[in-house]
T-cell receptor, first 115, second 114 residues
Framework: AQSVTQLDSHVSVSEGTPVLLRCNYSSSYSPSLFWYVQHPNKGLQLLLKYTSAATLVKGINGFEAEFKKSETSFHLTKPSAHMSDAAEYFCVVSPLGGSASKIIFGSGTRLSIRP | NAGVTQTPKFRVLKTGQSMTLLCAQDMNHEYMYWYRQDPGMGLRLIHYSVGEGTTAKGEVPDGYNVSRLKKQNFLLGLESAAPSQTSVYFC?????????????FGQGTRLTVV
């Protein structure tokens, strides 16, 4: 069985400070892990993905995430927040090479940026 | 490149009415998906298709039907709308099965059933 937990429903940071969005997963087989971003009234856009290669994954717009098997985590980070980062972020887990019906979305984390 | 296009973007239905949501992709993707997004619940898979002429049930298929008569189009139907189907619906497509490849999403359809 698979599950994904986004530990914070809302995160607020000041512009220029680091961003940390937390994601823990559970999977009985080797997972693929993704982070998607959704800006207001838009569809989801892929930020980055982990598919069993390097454990530190770099994505678009300065975001990166580290796959930690021992901690079953895939936290999303960015060194310096920008106003344009304000959006909803989704952590997604699926079995590597597996079926679309087994893909699980987290409940989302809303990121707010204070000027 | 248009990517994934959903029609319509907004709709209000009365309970019991029917409607069809259209999803079109121009990337020649084999796989297409319909999700619904509800507050605090992420996205849940309704139905998906692994190729023209095929469909399969996802996590929450009840009350919905789908068809994939052409590779580029994936239709989601509500035969008798219920207030519980008020949601934002997203279509997505991918080149391979979504498990280890990127999915491309449409901009969503906001449906309200009154």
């Amino acid at each position: 069985a698979q599950s994904v937990t986004q530990l914070d429903s809302h995160v607020s940071v000041s512009e220029g400070t680091p961003v940390l969005l937390r994601c823990n997963y559970s999977s009985s087989y080797s997972p693929s892990l993704f982070w998607y971003v959704q800006h207001p009234n838009k569809g989801l856009q892929l930020l980055l993905k982990y598919t069993s290669a390097a454990t530190l994954v770099k994505g678009i717009n300065g975001f990166e995430a580290e796959f930690k098997k021992s901690e079953t985590s895939f936290h999303l980070t960015k060194p310096s927040a920008h106003m344009s980062d304000a959006a909803e972020y989704f952590c997604v887990v699926s079995p590597l090479g597996g079926s679309a019906s087994k893909i699980i979305f987290g409940s989302g984390t809303r990121l707010s940026i204070r000027p | 490149n248009a990517g994934v296009t959903q029609t319509p973007k907004f709709r209000v239905l009365k309970t019991g009415q029917s409607m069809t949501l259209l999803c079109a992709q121009d990337m020649n993707h084999e796989y297409m998906y319909w999700y619904r997004q509800d507050p605090g619940m992420g996205l849940r898979l309704i139905h998906y298709s692994v190729g023209e002429g095929t469909t399969a049930k996802g996590e929450v298929p009840d009350g919905y039907n789908v068809s994939r008569l052409k590779k580029q189009n994936f239709l989601l139907g509500l035969e008798s709308a219920a207030p519980s189907q008020t949601s934002v619906y997203f279509c997505a497509s991918s080149y391979k099965i979504q498990g280890n490849t990127e999915a491309f999403f449409g901009q969503g359809t906001r449906l309200t059933v009154v």
